[in-house]
């Protein structure tokens, strides 16, 4: 298995709604990101976690909340989040050293009403 | 702190056509440097690397890069291009220390003329 698999693929969510978004791979990587992506823009790093440990917030706000439960899966969970906040969200996954790249997920396509 | 260029927004060539996309990197060390390609809606998918050895690194697709630290570059080449590779293309820099992450360029949206 050499993929990254997010759901749901696609997600409408009112402003006071409470939503999660999830992130799974089994090639025994043990470092995962959540990265941001507006339209026509490159992607943001959000959050790192490396060996099951948060390592990088990059000053997200906290109506982000990211978890790890364990080596294989890592959630997003949203709450109160704003119009803006409507963007591709992608999570990915890598060897613990940067050098190897990181393998992507396709996203969540996340829409805030 | 790292950071990566792209100068060129949007590019068009045939198809048929060979292809350099440019990249430059500022960093203070020897950095790892990635080249993604990403679809309309998809993820990205990783084409090459490069962080030590051989300066010329073949990727996947028939693309290839080269790196020239004396001109902070890494540049993209593809020797004839096909309409399939229409993408937005990132150029991206990471580093290892006890926080490493990846930083992508802006991008390269290519298109391909028929």
């Known amino acids: 298995d050499t993929e990254v698999t997010q759901t749901p693929k696609h997600l409408v969510m009112g402003m006071t709604n409470k939503k999660s978004l999830k992130c799974e791979q089994h090639?025994?990587?043990?470092?995962m990101y959540w990265y941001k992506q507006k339209a026509k823009k490159p992607p943001e790093l959000m959050f790192v976690?490396?060996?099951?440990?948060?390592?990088i917030n990059e000053s997200v706000p906290s109506r982000f909340s990211p978890e790890c439960p364990n080596s294989s899966l890592l959630n997003l969970h949203l709450h109160a989040l704003q119009p803006e906040d409507s963007a591709l969200y992608l999570c990915a996954s890598s060897q613990a050293l940067t050098e190897y790249g990181y393998t992507f997920g396709s996203g969540t396509r996340l829409t805030v009403v | 702190a790292q950071s990566v260029t792209q100068p060129d927004i949007h590019i068009t060539v045939s198809e048929g056509a060979s292809l350099e996309l440019r990249c430059n990197y500022s960093?203070?060390?020897?950095?790892?440097l990635f080249w993604y390609v990403q679809s309309p809606g998809q993820g990205l998918q990783l084409l090459l690397k490069?962080?030590?050895?051989?300066?010329l690194v073949q990727g996947i697709k028939g693309f290839e890069a080269e790196f020239k630290r004396s001109q902070s570059s890494f540049n993209l080449r593809k020797p004839s291009v096909h309409w399939s590779d229409a993408a937005e293309y990132f150029c991206?820099?990471?580093?290892?220390?006890?926080?490493?992450?990846?930083?992508f360029g802006s991008g390269t949206r290519l298109s391909i003329r028929p």
């Open positions: 976690y490396s060996y099951e440990k948060l390592s």
């Open positions: 090639m025994g990587h043990r470092a």
């Open positions: 960093y203070g060390a020897t950095p790892y």
């Open positions: 991206a820099v990471g580093t290892y220390s006890s926080a490493s992450k990846i930083i």
């Open positions: 490069y962080f030590s050895g051989d300066t």
